[in-house]
Each structure stands twice: as structure tokens, then as C-alpha cells.
């Protein structure tokens, strides 16, 4: 018989009739060292251990809610959705599960659901194993908040030891990864080392050789899908979220991403993307900092010089519709006033000339909320390659350039500093966090009262989100920061490229120009890949 006092609940609930729902969750946290699943644990073990325990009592049992492959450490799970809205609905005033962990271990969310919760919608929560039943006053049910608060700190040292193991192997150049991208494969003898996929490999290689020919993204998919280039989803035989995919048409997207893979050059970036904590599941994408880079872990698809002069010509290569002329400032024209693009647009057959005009007004110009910006675009680019020159040719001595580089990035913070400053802020927030598990830990001792807990929790929740932002700041300006030293030589080389031909091409002055604003009184704005081009431009409009 499960329990002791199985006749002494019998006779005190006899007035009661109860609908029971049994509860199990299980997840991976429940796995051991081996990948085994643990028998006590497991979905059939729960389910037979609980299901019994009803029979004894003699309860009606109205359903069974199985999340199965969910963390206990938030509550989006669909089976237990489910059983609140049958709780909502009235079907269900009992709810049993083999332990307090099955239900959550989440201790805030957890102890809302059996403080709170079920007490208001009149059901009676049971974990077995614990001995916690709300129906009865008791010690157990007293300490419940305790477990709930031991089971939290369990997922979050599981979470810790599997983040460190997974970490490890990262930095030993181990795939850690699901499915390897386009081109590669897992080692059959080895999953943690990719090899080249001989049957995807020279799409790959393809694809590189366009977009160094100068080709655009769009004009990239264009290709693979008139010539019917099977997409991944095709083969490999997945469905992809993209619909299109699955009928064989590419996406400028896809092109864009192979194109800026590192992976294709033998090397390893992992570790682009995390969970928020151990209590969200959402991914975010991570600083570059903290990425985890290993080079030459696999046999590369491309070769790093042609990789790299790929990245300076795609650039500015937005994902955009088809156009039958790419004129040489193409894409890179914005509006000054409203930020967004400026278009070329076809030439008139009137005088066959070419003139641009902002997006914002092309579109919305009865709303007034922007000027024409019309402008004959020749005469635009005239001038533009012009100033471009003037600069070059007055500031073309290197020592000169150099100092005045130096001058700029002296005013700055230095990495180190940077990342001091982050590790300090990020400090601030774990202690925080540790003051609010302190308060939650007083308020269960009923040394503060709710009252107080909540008003200190918003206090601390607000400070924390305050340093988090601050944190993003710092990651952002990390990110901006160049290296001008090492970018000297290069920028040096374009500069001396450029003056020395009489007609710039469009992928010079890709790898050159990040973007070029026009006001609506036709003055422009040129903005340089090289923050040494861009200060030397500010002196000279000075």
C-alpha cells in the first residue's frame, strides 16, 4: 500500500469528490551520466506509480498530462496548458504528481501555482513522494517552498555543468552543433568533426566564385533556381520553414548566410547563439566576444583570401529585388532627412536621363512625410567620385594618415577596458540576482511580508534590466571598435587602387563606401568602411 495513512485520508476527504489529474513531466535534467533515462523518472514509471495511487484512494481519474522532452524550470509546457484551461473550465479539482520537481522547478512560479493557484480555483495539489498535500495543514506542506527553492538550484547547477561541458568542447574545436550546414557533414566515425559532403560541396564552391565575380545575392538565387540547383531542403529530404525552399527556389537569405559562414574557411564559430538563462528557453544571439572560434578543425570549401575578398564586395549587398542595371552607387544611397533608402530609378524617355528619389516619398508622398530628393543621378555621381579623389590625393601621405588615426582611437576605451567594464556590470547583476533569491528565501522565513518582497523585487528587477542595457551598450561598442593598425595597410591599398584608375568599378567602391546620404538641399554625405577615411573626410569639411 503507497502511504501509511492511506484510511485516515479516506475518512477525512469522504465528504469530497475529486477529479483527478495526473501530472508528469520529464526532460533531459533527468538523464544520467550515460544518456540513460533514469527508471524512476521515466514517463511509465510515473505513470504507474501514480496512476495505482489513485486506484487506492479511489479517486475518478479525468485525465493524464505527459510533457515529455520539457524543462521543469519554466512552465511552457503544452500538456500543462492543457490541464489549467480543464482546470479553468471546471473538469479538474485535484491535481497529483509523483514529486514537487515533476510539477516545476521554477521556485517563484512553483510556489505561485501551490500557494496561490490551485488554493483560489479550489484544487487540491498533491506531490507524493514529498508528502505535500494541500488538503491538510502540515509540517511538509510548511517546506514545500524549501524544495521548491533546492529543486531550482539544482536545474541551475545542471544547467552550469552542462554550459561548461559543452564550452569545453567548443574551445577543442569539437561540432557541437545539429545538423551541419550545406557542404559538410558529420564524420560517420567521429560526430563531434565535420568532413566535406562531396555531393553539396561544389554548390558551395560555386556560390563563392559568383559572389567574387561581383554578383549580388539576388542575382546568386537567381541562378541556382533557373538552372534547378536542389536547395538543402531538397537534399537532405527536410521540410524547411521556408515553403519556397521545399519547391526548389532559393532565397537571397540563404545566399547571404552561406556567404558569410567562416565555417567554409576550416574554421569553427560556435557559440553564436544562447539560451537567455536556464529559466528561458528563447535563444538570443550573442556578442561577438563571446563567440567561440577554433581555425583549421576541418577541411575547408574555400580558401581564406578569396573568403575575405567576398566579404569586403557583399558588403553593402542588401537582400533586394531585381533590377536590370546596377548603376555604381547602387543601394548604398540613403535620404539624410527620413534614413531610408534612396532608389535609381529607370531612365526617362524623355531625355534618357537617370534621377533618384527617396523611398519614403515614392511611396508616401500624399502624406507628406518626406521630400523628393530628386536629383540627376549622373551629375550625383560625378561629384561623388570627384570629392572621393580630393581627399584621397590631399591626404594620400601615410605617416600623415596614420597620426591622424592614432589621434581618434587615443580618445577611445581599449578592448581590455571595455571588457573590464563588462565583467564589472555583469557582477553587479549576479549579486542582485542573489539579493532577490535572499529576499524570496526571508519572505518564506516570514521575516519580511509579501508586500515588501514584491516591492523589492520590481526595485532590484528594474536595477537589473538597467545594467543589462548598459551591458548591450558595451557589447556594441566592442563590436564598432576597429583595429586601425592592422586595417592601415588595406585601407591604404584601395585608396592608391582607386586614384590609380581612370573608372572606378562598382566593387572598389563597394569595398570602400558604406553609404552615401543625400539632404534634400542635394548636399551628400559620404560614410567610408575605414573610420580613418571617415575622419579625414570630417577635417576636410571643416
Known amino acids: ?17 475529486y477529479h483527478v489529474a495526473i501530472y508528469i513531466r520529464l526532460s533531459k535534467e533527468d538523464e544520467d551520466k550515460k544518456g540513460m533515462i533514469k527508471d524512476s523518472n521515466s514517463v511509465q514509471n510515473q505513470k504507474s506509480f501514480l496512476e495505482n495511487y489513485i486506484k487506492e484512494l479511489g479517486y475518478e481519474l479525468v485525465d493524464i498530462y505527459i510533457d515529455d522532452g520539457f524543462t521543469g524550470t519554466n512552465f511552457e509546457r503544452p500538456a500543462f496548458k492543457r490541464m489549467i484551461q480543464d482546470i479553468e473550465k471546471g473538469r479538474i479539482n485535484m491535481v497529483i504528481t509523483k514529486d514537487l520537481s515533476r510539477l516545476g522547478r521554477d521556485y517563484i512560479e512553483t510556489g505561485e501555482y501551490v500557494e496561490k493557484y490551485f488554493p483560489s480555483k479550489n484544487v487540491r495539489y498533491v506531490s507524493v513522494l514529498d508528502n505535500i498535500d494541500t488538503f491538510f495543514s502540515t509540517s511538509n506542506n510548511d517546506i514545500a517552498p524549501f524544495k521548491a527553492v533546492i529543486n531550482d538550484m539544482y536545474s541551475r547547477d545542471n544547467s552550469k555543468k552542462i554550459r561548461t561541458a559543452l564550452r569545453t568542447l567548443q574551445e577543442d574545436g569539437k561540432w557541437v552543433g545539429g545538423c551541419a550546414p550545406l557542404g559538410y557533414m558529420q564524420d560517420p566515425e567521429n560526430k563531434n568533426h565535420l568532413v566535406i559532403n562531396e555531393a553539396e560541396a561544389p554548390i558551395i564552391r560555386r556560390i563563392f566564385a559568383m559572389a567574387k565575380s561581383g554578383l549580388t545575392y539576388y542575382q546568386i538565387k537567381e541562378i541556382l533556381t533557373q538552372e534547378k540547383v536542389p536547395t538543402a531542403s531538397i537534399l537532405r529530404k527536410k521540410h524547411s520553414n521556408t515553403p519556397m525552399a521545399n519547391d526548389g527556389v532559393w532565397c537571397s537569405k540563404t545566399v547571404k548566410t552561406i556567404l558569410q559562414n567562416q565555417l567554409y574557411v576550416g574554421d569553427l564559430v560556435q557559440n553564436r547563439r544562447s539560451r537567455i538563462s536556464y529559466k528561458i528557453r528563447k535563444m538570443v544571439k550573442n ?109 594620400l601621405d601615410q605617416d600623415k594618415i596614420k597620426n591622424r588615426v592614432k589621434s581618434v582611437c587615443d580618445k577611445e576605451l581599449s578592448k581590455n577596458e571595455y571588457k573590464m567594464k563588462f565583467e564589472s556590470l555583469n557582477n553587479q547583476v549576479l549579486l542582485k540576482e542573489e539579493q532577490l533569491d535572499k529576499m524570496y528565501l526571508d519572505k518564506l522565513d516570514s521575516k519580511i511580508t509579501e508586500e515588501m518582497f514584491n516591492r523589492i523585487k520590481l526595485k532590484l528587477e528594474i536595477e537589473i534590466n538597467k545594467i543589462k542595457n548598459e551591458m548591450q551598450e558595451i557589447n556594441e561598442l566592442m563590436e564598432n571598435k576597429e583595429d586601425s593598425e592592422n586595417m592601415n595597410l588595406e585601407c591604404m591599398n584601395l585608396v592608391k587602387e582607386f586614384l590609380n584608375v581612370e573608372n572606378p568599378n562598382r566593387t572598389l567602391i563597394l569595398k570602400l563606401i558604406q553609404k552615401i546620404e543625400i539632404t534634400k538641399n542635394k548636399e551628400v554625405n559620404i560614410y567610408f568602411n575605414f573610420k580613418k577615411l571617415n575622419f579625414l573626410l570630417e577635417e576636410n569639411n571643416h
Open 287 to 395: 556578442d561577438e566576444s563571446e563567440w567561440v572560434i577554433v581555425k583549421n578543425t576541418h577541411e575547408p570549401l574555400v580558401d581564406r583570401k578569396t573568403f575575405e575578398e567576398v566579404q569586403k564586395i557583399l558588403s553593402n549587398c542588401k537582400v533586394r529585388s531585381k533590377k536590370d542595371i546596377y548603376r555604381l552607387f547602387d543601394g548604398m544611397l540613403y535620404c539624410y532627412e527620413c534614413k531610408r533608402k534612396i532608389s535609381i530609378c529607370k531612365p526617362r524617355k524623355s531625355d534618357n536621363r537617370t534621377y533618384i528619389c527617396c523611398n519614403t516619398y515614392r511611396m508616401y508622398s500624399k502624406l507628406n512625410l518626406c521630400t523628393s530628393h530628386n536629383f540627376n543621378y549622373d551629375v550625383l555621381e560625378d561629384a561623388v567620385l570627384k570629392k572621393i579623389k580630393s581627399i584621397f590625393q590631399t591626404y
Open 1 to 17: 500500500m503507497i502511504g501509511g495513512n492511506i484510511i485516515n485520508i479516506l475518512t477525512a476527504v469522504k465528504k469530497n469528490i
